[in-house]
């Protein structure tokens, strides 16, 4: 049974930095690509990155590109966002999404996710 | 820049169908999906690749597509699918993103 626990979230200042985990497990975590999906309080879902299944290829929405970092480890089963010069408009509940596709090279779409961790940018 | 482009709100009462459409240019050349988020919950894969149906979502789900637009169909809509329903779809033109629609709350009268 496939399991992606979220950790990390809490409340930073604006400018501050924070890093997301994302505990997998029930599948071999190293075969697929994985994401990072968001959703502000009361909005709709966005599209944060996604990290093809070794960790060669990264992708960003443009409203994080140059400040957040998404990576991998897959001997830990366990992935990550690095969050920089946060504001307040990232703050969201932010989800971690297993891809579909096996060895993808890009992103397909999102088979499981987590139940997801807030993050809220406030001073 | 690629966007999808949902109804905001959608009611049916229990036992009538519901359609949900989605919009977007790049649809004709992209598959869609469709995700259900109940309120305070992760959201969950209803329809993928525009019409098919994961193991345990049940048939009075269905997806269909037609040029630009695709369609969600609830059959025989019952009080439990009352949800937030997002359509998502990827935009491969240029570098690759995911694209969600804005999503529509379904309410069960």
């Known amino acids: 049974q496939v399991q992606l626990v979220e950790s990390g979230g809490g409340v930073v200042q604006p400018g501050g930095s924070l890093r997301l985990s994302c505990a997998a497990s029930?599948?071999?975590?190293?075969?697929?690509?994985m994401h990072w999906v968001r959703q502000a309080p009361g909005k709709g879902l966005e599209w944060v990155a996604f990290?093809?299944?070794?960790?060669?290829?990264?992708y960003y929405a443009d409203s994080v590109k140059g400040r957040f970092t998404i990576s991998r480890d897959n001997s830990k089963n366990t992935l990550y966002l690095q969050m920089n010069s946060l504001r307040a408009e990232d703050t969201a509940v932010y989800y971690c999404?297993?891809?579909?596709?096996?060895?993808?090279?890009?992103?397909?779409?999102?088979?499981?996710w987590g139940q997801g961790t807030l993050v809220t940018v406030s001073s | 820049s690629y966007e999808l482009t949902q109804p905001p709100s959608v009611s049916v009462s229990p036992g009538q169908t519901a359609r949900i459409t989605c919009s977007g240019d790049?649809?004709?050349?992209?598959?869609a999906y469709w995700y259900q988020q109940k309120p305070g919950q992760a959201p969950v894969l209803v329809i993928y690749?525009?019409?098919e149906r994961p193991s345990g979502i049940p048939e009075r789900f269905s997806g269909s597509s037609s040029g630009t637009t695709v369609t969600l169909t609830i059959s025989g809509v019952q009080a439990e699918d009352e949800a937030d329903y997002y359509c998502?779809?990827?935009?491969?033109?240029?570098?690759?993103?995911?694209?969600f629609g804005g999503g529509t709350k379904l309410t069960v009268l």
């Open positions: 999404a297993k891809d579909s596709a096996v060895a993808g090279t890009r992103g397909e779409y999102f088979q499981h």
């Open positions: 029930g599948f071999t975590f190293s075969s697929y690509g």
């Open positions: 990290i093809r299944y070794d960790g060669s290829n990264k």
């Open positions: 790049a649809l004709p050349k992209q598959y």
């Open positions: 690749k525009d019409s």
């Open positions: 998502q779809s990827a935009d491969s033109s240029g570098t690759y993103r995911v694209v």
